[in-house]
């Protein structure tokens, strides 16, 4: 599986951006996706995860109730709608694809087996 972000930017606190992810493979379907985030110096932090199925997500704390994570199959692409921005959201984006089920993508021993590259995503206060 290979996977492609897209979709950050520069945004003004309170404002909405909506990330992509493109998925190449005809077996992505089989796999839950997610996104995780960055700040320079940080470890990744997961943000939100969706099954394969699209029936179940988990989000962060951090931004349940404000972010919403949702995918279709027919086209390989993960969405991630991100509203009501606050400037600590500030971070590298990347979408991952895992098997593993999404109620363990927010442990600390999990590790997603693919990866896209970053797309950054900058709140400004």
């Known amino acids: 599986v290979q996977l492609q972000a897209s979709g950050g930017g520069l945004v003004q606190a309170g404002g909405s951006l909506r990330l992509s992810c493109a998925a190449s493979g005809h077996t992505f379907g089989t796999y839950a996706a997610g996104w995780f985030r960055q700040t320079s110096g940080d470890e990744r932090e997961f943000v939100a995860a969706?099954?394969?199925?699209?029936?179940?997500?988990e989000y962060a704390a951090s931004v349940k109730g404000r972010f919403t994570i949702s995918r279709d199959n027919a086209k390989n692409m993960v969405w991630l709608q991100m509203n009501s921005l606050k400037t600590e959201d500030t971070a590298v984006y990347y979408c991952?694809?895992?098997?593993?089920?999404?109620?363990?993508?927010?442990?600390?021993?999990?590790?997603?087996?693919?990866w896209g590259q970053g797309t950054q995503v900058t709140v400004s206060s």
């Open positions: 969706v099954s394969w199925s699209g029936s179940s997500t």
């Open positions: 991952a694809a895992d098997v593993t089920e999404v109620a363990f993508w927010s442990a600390q021993w999990f590790s997603a087996s693919y």
